[in-house]
Each structure stands twice: as C-alpha cells, then as structure tokens.
C-alpha cells in the first residue's frame, strides 16, 4: 500500500496541535446511532484526521456522518456532511485511535465554514512564524 498521499492531496490541509483545538461529533452509518466525540488532528475540504477515545470497530470504507464541527474559540458548524473512513490506525497501550475520513459530500456551509478554518489557521501559522522571526 502507497504511503505516499502529498501527490493526491488536492485541497490544503491545516494542523491542529491540542486534542481540544478543534472538536466534532459523528455517527457511525449502520451502527449504533450514537453520536461520537473526536478531536480533529488535521483538516481539509477534502476530509480530516479524527482522534477517538475509543475503538468501536471502525474500518476502511464504513460511513460516517459528521453532525458537529467546532472550534474552541467558539465557531460551530452543525450541517450533516457524508464521510467514509480511508483508514484507521489502532496501537495496542494507545489511549486513542485515529482514522481518516474522506468526505463524500460537503454542504455550502460546511464547506465556508472549513475553508475559514483553514484560513485563519494559515495566518495564525504565519504570524506565529513572522513573530519567532522579530525575537531573534
């Protein structure tokens, strides 16, 4: 399997580096119907990275629906966007799991609503990068 995903990538993707920065809710299609907590590791128009407290048995290619996306400085989004898992990454002794999701259909909302993310993310990023640059 090709580890390589940098030439597949056709939207720009944005970090997140605390497990509280950006969280959301989804629920498992088929499953039981419950919403899940994550935390979003990284983030796209395209999909994101989720970390999950716990394994319910999530496998490449079962859909989710994401319910509720949301950022900590208080922006929330809560329009229903299709995902399908595109793999899942489970270490036995590791408190959380990860698994990323591609969506498969993102509402104009929701699609405003990450791209701003993404956005204010690239000029915190560049901020942060102009003001370790004046320290010195």
């Not at 919403?35 to 394994?55: K, Q, T, Y």
């Amino acid at each position: 399997m090709a580890t390589d995903f940098t030439e597949r990538r056709r939207h720009i993707r944005v970090y997140f580096n605390e497990l509280d920065e950006v969280r959301c809710l989804f629920v498992p299609e088929g499953k039981d119907r419950r919403e899940i907590p994550a935390a979003v590791i990284d983030l796209s128009l395209g999909g994101l990275h989720l970390s999950v407290e716990e394994d319910s048995g999530f496998n490449p290619g079962d859909r989710l629906t994401l319910t509720v996306l949301g950022h900590r400085g208080g922006s929330v989004c809560e329009e229903s966007a299709p995902m399908e898992i595109r793999w899942v990454f489970v270490q036995p002794g590791f408190k959380r799991f990860y698994m990323g999701c591609q969506f498969l259909a993102l509402p104009k909302a929701s699609q405003t609503f990450i791209s701003d993310m993404v956005v204010d993310k690239l000029r915190q990023r560049e901020a942060d990068r102009d003001g370790a640059a004046n320290v010195g």
